[in-house]
């Protein structure tokens, strides 16, 4: 079983940054590709980014935050990060990290994630 528990969610303006953690607890933290997903209100979830287990050498972004937001982990600390920066009043949602079972790869297919967290807000005034 995997726990995910989201923070650094918050209120910024247009252009600015918010960097969102994602701890999660559980064993074999590093062999799990991990993802992030947003919801707005009214709106479907929409896949963010992804990154592959191990180094996490590989990478997905959806096109629409290609250049602003960057995915990052850290295996000692068990930790998923997205950096997100140039923020737009369109990036509003409610973020979610998602962990897929052990020695699988980065996708955006959220029905490949077996576990989700809670989530955490991000709110981008114009």
């Known amino acids: 079983q995997v726990q995910l528990v989201e923070s650094g969610g918050g209120s910024v303006q247009a252009g600015g940054s918010l960097r969102l953690s994602c701890a999660a607890s559980g064993r074999i933290f590093s062999s799990r590709a991990m993802g992030w997903f947003r919801q707005a209100p009214g709106r479907e979830r929409e896949f963010v980014a992804s990154?592959?287990?191990?180094?996490?050498?590989?990478?997905l972004y959806t096109d629409s935050v290609k250049g602003r937001f960057s995915i990052s982990r850290d295996n000692a600390k068990n930790t998923v990060y997205l950096q997100m920066s140039m923020l737009k009043p369109e990036d509003t949602a409610v973020y979610c990290c998602?962990?897929?079972?052990?020695?699988?790869?980065?996708?955006?297919?959220?029905?490949?994630?077996?576990?989700w967290g809670q989530g955490t807000q991000v709110t981008v005034s114009s």
């Open positions: 990154i592959s287990n191990g180094g996490g050498i590989s990478t």
């Open positions: 998602a962990a897929r079972r052990p020695g699988t790869g980065a996708t955006m297919s959220a029905k490949e994630y077996d576990y």
